[in-house]
């Protein structure tokens, strides 16, 4: 069946340092594909998405490009700040019934000052 | 705008008590709906999704039901609580375009089984 796997955590980072989580997927054909963060106490927010090969999805600083070729989706940011502490989840969407989500393990990312 | 409600927002229970979850959606029509469990530290699990009034599917066996009863209320239900049963419950809500539309979080409840 369908899986995304994300590079575990947790992630410690220093504030104005590049971040990078890898995120690889196994379905088939043209899932679109999410990352999500969740802030510590609260639900899932969408960070951003892509839906065809080689869309580049991006917000508040972050970026991921859909990568047809390597079924992956990694998420990036240049210059990361403390109130990006949080846990990323990365997740995919297969045409199918029900619109169901295929999520990652979730990886949590602590920035320090 | 689509806003997305869950309450309580915070249960304790003890086991073998039972359990009603409630989750609404405002500025949308026939949406689909989901409910998710996120185990402490772990990824979160699909339990049930609805794309109607009155249709449930369940993803995994377990201590869990669901009911639509209305078009945008989604309630998660048990008889009897379960040690198991304690997490942080996620309900989330898509247009139902019959694409890979994009799923909405609510704010989640936090249910802890003594």
């Known amino acids: 069946g369908n899986s995304v796997t994300q590079m575990e955590g947790p992630v410690t980072l220093s504030e104005e340092a590049f971040l990078t989580i890898n995120c690889t997927y196994t379905?088939?054909?043209?899932?679109?594909l999410f990352w999500y963060v969740q802030y510590p106490g609260e639900g899932l927010q969408l960070l951003l998405k892509a839906t065809k090969a080689d869309d580049k999805g991006s917000n508040k600083g972050f970026e991921a490009t859909y990568r047809k070729e390597t079924t992956s989706f990694h998420l990036e940011k240049g210059s990361v700040q403390v109130s990006d502490s949080a846990v990323y989840f990365c997740a995919d969407n297969v045409k199918a019934a029900g619109n169901k989500l295929t999520f990652g393990g979730g990886t949590r990312v602590l920035v320090k000052p | 705008s689509q806003t997305i409600h869950q309450w309580p927002a915070t249960l304790v229970q003890p086991v073998g008590s039972p359990l009603s979850l409630e989750c609404t959606v405002e500025?949308?029509?026939?949406?689909?709906l989901y409910w998710y469990r996120q185990a402490a530290g772990r990824g979160l699990q699909l339990l049930f999704y609805s794309v109607g009034i009155g249709q449930i599917s369940s993803e995994v066996p377990q201590n869990l039901s669901a009911s639509r009863p209305q078009d945008r209320q989604f309630i998660l239900s048990s008889k009897k609580l379960l040690l198991s049963d304690s997490g942080f419950y996620l309900c989330a809500w898509s247009s139902n375009g019959g694409g890979q539309e994009t799923q909405y979080f609510g704010p989640g409840t936090r249910l802890l089984v003594l």
């Open positions: 500025g949308t029509s026939n949406p689909n």
């Open positions: 379905a088939t054909g043209y899932p679109s």
